[in-house]
């Protein structure tokens, strides 16, 4: 095997952190969704998501002002409308007409689900002891809806610079976990 120095600044192109997801946010009238590609499972029971929201986000505002949302994965169905919601802000553009997403209601939270995606995860803010200083937003899932007619999700993984991965074959290989 031959190894060379790699860039620090593309390390994470290697480390990919699970499908792109578009994150949905509402306070009052204003609603919004973007695209994040930077977040991780924390714990299993409950279900706690750790996430990346840049600090001149819109969804950041309206997600430290209404402490929940909504994570929507999407599959390679939508990649393009996924891409483009990544590009454009929610400030000054109703993202949803813009780009054809329907928004659905959520059970427990305001933010909508969106129609077009596979899964979608109702959460609330649980912990912003890490925002000012990473960015890194502790979310509580509340509830979870995936649709059963899909049984294998081909989801988009961020490479970087515009490069995807989409998932593939699914493998099952023996396990003691549940």
Known sequence: MSRKPFPL???????E????????????????VM?????????????LIGCVIGGQSYSRDLLMASKECV???????????VVSVGNTTGA???????????????????????????ASLEC????????????????????????????DPRTLHHRGYGRFMVAGETIKLRSRMK
């Open 9 to 15: 600044a593309k390390v994470y192109t290697l480390i």
């Open 17 to 32: 952190p699970g499908p792109v997801v578009l994150l949905t946010t509402a306070q009052g009238e204003r609603r919004n």
């Open 35 to 47: 695209t994040l590609s930077w977040k991780t499972m924390l714990e299993f029971e409950p279900p």
């Open 71 to 81: 994570i929507n994965i999407p599959t390679v169905d939508i990649a393009k409308k």
């Open 92 to 118: 000054r553009t109703d993202k949803f007409k813009r780009f054809g997403l329907t928004p659905l209601p959520a059970r427990f939270v305001h933010a909508p689900l969106i129609d077009e995606c596979y």
């Open 124 to 151: 609330r803010l649980a912990d912003t002891r890490m925002v000012a200083k990473y960015g890194i937003f502790v979310l509580e899932v509340l509830q979870a809806w995936v649709d059963s007619a899909v049984k």
